[in-house]
């Protein structure tokens, strides 16, 4: 059975095709016949509209087919919420390695912490680690002392508790670095007893992007994530530099320090063992009782510090001006989109996230290029990244 009703307008009609073997209800198929003023008939079945001519002539004949156009419900774009309350409770995490074998593999045999407090006058505490041995567990000792700062004292109340728990803590590389050593440190030792690991991985790139570690027994935990994520892939010297961080990063031998001299005193290394030192700053470091051990962790402390300073920054710039906090976001495009959404995004203005085989299909679209010019005169040399878009759309 065929059924039509006119619809609000006098030019559109609903048709539906009926079986009536059981009930009315049970509707085969139905489409939608709109006439335009050009005398143009669309006719909408499911998510598809066909376009037909009923004027005729010589160039398209009267109930021709002209085109087809497919219909997609995309999604509005997610808003974000401002933060009610600032987020208070982050810190600084970094490591040290040397290689234990010709092919490089590293052991990790220092480590520390920075983590925002109230408890002082500098405003944060600081503790670092470092190893008498190669052998000593020097990643579960330092995540051990993290989770018992979030426990506190004895008498520490269980709002108190709550309170530190869930500490984000920034690791500078952490994607491809800090936490490749944190996973082994915990899953080779009897750390794997104590703590649960879970991960969030950018496949495509196979980097980590942020890390859960959970407390099995009190079911606290503490989320790592990597601050290059958030600064442009910048070495952290560069960043305290350009943010004028009053934390100056030292000068380490990292090639000189080995596995069995962690505990050594003497002559100063050679200036060959430092990385990007001049001649005058190599001089400066007193020549006897140059000890290893002193002189690794003033540079891991700086590092830590420096690193906390930045975040720190940074946090109180973006929440007194946009009501967020960016550590509730792995990335920082994550936490532009969120600034954008909840700050200035009109809601009566939808934008659509476009998913599935279309999105595919514009990602495939992109092409990228360098474009290098030089002006000889002035000795400037300018580069500039060009993004072309490029997306044909075919019926």
Same mark, same amino acid.
């Given at each position: 059975?065929?059924?039509?009703?006119?619809?609000?307008?006098?030019?559109?009609?609903?048709?539906?095709?009926?079986?009536?073997?059981?009930?009315?209800?049970?509707?085969?198929?139905?489409?939608?016949?709109?006439?335009?003023?050009?005398?143009?008939?669309?006719?909408?079945?499911?998510?598809?509209?066909?376009?037909?001519?009923?004027?005729?002539?010589?160039?398209?004949?009267?109930?021709?087919?002209?085109?087809?156009?497919?219909?997609?419900?995309?999604? !509005?774009?997610?808003?974000? =919420?401002?933060?009610?309350?600032?987020?208070?409770?982050?810190?600084?995490? %970094?490591?040290?390695?040397?290689?234990?074998?010709?092919?490089?593999?590293?052991?990790?045999?220092?480590?520390?912490?920075?983590?925002?407090?109230?408890?002082?006058?500098?405003?944060?505490?600081?503790?670092?680690?470092?190893?008498? %041995?190669?052998?000593?567990?020097?990643?579960?000792?330092?995540?051990?002392?993290?989770?018992?700062?979030?426990?506190?004292?004895?008498?520490?109340? &269980?709002?108190?508790?709550?309170?530190?728990?869930?500490?984000?803590?920034?690791?500078?590389?952490?994607? $491809?670095?800090?936490?490749? +050593?944190?996973?082994?440190?915990?899953?080779?030792?009897?750390?794997?007893?104590?703590?649960?690991?879970?991960?969030?991985?950018?496949?495509?790139?196979?980097?980590?992007?942020?890390?859960?570690?959970?407390?099995?027994?009190?079911?606290?935990?503490?989320?790592?994530?990597?601050?290059?994520?958030?600064?442009?892939?910048? =070495?952290? %010297? &560069?960043?305290?530099?350009?943010?004028?961080?009053?934390?100056?990063?030292?000068?380490?031998? #990292?090639?000189?320090?080995?596995?069995?001299?962690?505990?050594?005193?003497?002559?100063?290394?050679?200036?060959?063992?430092?990385?990007?030192? !001049?001649?005058?700053?190599?001089?400066?470091?007193?020549? +006897?009782?140059?000890?290893? $051990?002193?002189?690794?962790?003033?540079?891991?402390?700086?590092?830590?510090?420096?690193?906390?300073?930045?975040?720190?920054?940074?946090?109180?710039?973006?929440?007194? &001006?946009?009501?967020?906090?960016?550590? %509730?976001?792995?990335?920082?495009?994550?936490?532009?989109?969120?600034?954008?959404?909840?700050?200035?995004?009109?809601?009566?203005?939808?934008?659509?996230?476009?998913?599935?085989?279309?999105?595919?299909?514009?990602?495939?679209?992109? #092409?990228?290029?360098?474009?290098?010019?030089?002006?000889?005169?002035?000795?400037? &040399?300018?580069?500039?990244?060009?993004?072309?878009?490029?997306?044909?759309?075919?019926?």
């Amino acid at each position: 059975m065929v059924t039509s009703s006119p619809c609000s307008l006098d030019n559109k009609f609903k048709v539906e095709i009926i079986s009536t073997n059981y009930n009315l209800n049970n509707i085969i198929l139905s489409w939608t016949d709109e006439v335009t003023e050009g005398n143009i008939l669309i006719r909408r079945i499911s998510e598809y509209q066909f376009y037909y001519n009923l004027n005729g002539g010589n160039q398209s004949p009267q109930g021709e087919l002209i085109k087809v156009e497919k219909l997609f419900n995309f999604p !509005n774009m997610i808003v974000s =919420s401002k933060s009610q309350v600032k987020n208070e409770n982050y810190g600084s995490i %970094d490591l040290e390695t040397l290689s234990i074998t010709s092919d490089g593999e590293q052991e990790t045999y220092a480590g520390g912490y920075c983590i925002k407090s109230t408890d002082n006058e500098l405003g944060y505490i600081q503790k670092t680690f470092m190893s008498k %041995d190669i052998n000593e567990l020097i990643i579960e000792n330092i995540i051990d002392s993290i989770f018992d700062y979030i426990k506190g004292k004895e008498d520490s109340t &269980k709002r108190e508790v709550e309170a530190r728990n869930g500490l984000t803590l920034y690791a500078h590389n952490l994607g $491809r670095f800090d936490s490749l +050593e944190i996973i082994k440190g915990l899953i080779n030792t009897k750390g794997s007893l104590k703590y649960e690991v879970e991960g969030k991985w950018k496949t495509e790139e196979n980097k980590l992007l942020s890390l859960k570690i959970k407390h099995k027994e009190s079911k606290l935990y503490i989320r790592l994530l990597d601050s290059i994520s958030f600064f442009n892939f910048t =070495s952290l %010297d &560069k960043l305290l530099q350009t943010n004028n961080i009053d934390v100056q990063k030292g000068q380490f031998p #990292h090639s000189f320090i080995k596995a069995h001299n962690l505990n050594y005193v003497g002559n100063k290394p050679s200036i060959e063992f430092y990385n990007n030192i !001049n001649i005058e700053e190599y001089n400066k470091i007193p020549l +006897e009782n140059w000890n290893i $051990r002193t002189e690794l962790l003033k540079y891991l402390e700086s590092d830590i510090i420096g690193l906390f300073k930045l975040i720190q920054l940074h946090h109180n710039r973006y929440y007194e &001006k946009y009501s967020l906090n960016m550590m %509730d976001y792995i990335t920082f495009p994550s936490f532009a989109k969120a600034i954008f959404t909840s700050n200035y995004y009109n809601e009566d203005h939808e934008i659509k996230v476009i998913k599935g085989k279309i999105e595919d299909q514009i990602r495939t679209s992109y #092409h990228g290029g360098l474009l290098h010019y030089k002006m000889i005169k002035k000795f400037i &040399k300018v580069t500039i990244t060009i993004w072309i878009l490029n997306i044909q759309m075919q019926c």
